[in-house]
């Protein structure tokens, strides 16, 4: 199994800067790779970043692409997420994934981004 926690959210007036961070332990690999979604009220869970975990290789949605940037750190095991100029759509939940090679996902509880106007 493989646990995941994220940290690093909180209430940010619009324009301004968050980083998330996500941890993961367990049976890890470097063949898994990490995701970010995110769900705002009401709506479905969305994609928002990816990342190779040994290669480096991201992946990102439209709408955050080049105000977001993901980055991990292999030794500790973590991925983080620079969230800058956000906006007040940016408002959700945000997840963490440990994606493995099969496409499966193990889950973190999530962690809340509040973005004022």
């Known amino acids: 199994q493989v646990q995941v926690v994220e940290s690093g959210g909180g209430l940010v007036q619009a324009g301004g800067s968050l980083r998330l961070s996500c941890t993961a332990s367990?049976?890890?690999?470097?063949?898994?790779?990490m995701d970010w979604f995110r769900q705002a009220q009401g709506k479905e869970r969305e994609f928002v970043a990816a990342?190779?975990?040994?290669?480096?290789?991201?992946n990102y949605a439209d709408s955050v692409k080049d105000r977001f940037t993901i980055s991990r750190d292999n030794a500790k095991n973590t991925m983080y997420l620079q969230m800058k100029s956000l906006k007040p759509e940016d408002t959700a939940i945000y997840y963490c994934?440990?994606?493995?090679?099969?496409?499966?996902?193990?889950w973190g509880q999530g962690t809340q981004v509040t973005v004022s106007s």
């Open positions: 994934a440990v994606r493995t090679p099969v496409g499966s996902r193990y």
């Open positions: 367990g049976r890890t690999s470097s063949r898994f790779a």
């Open positions: 990342i190779i975990w040994s290669g480096g290789s991201t």
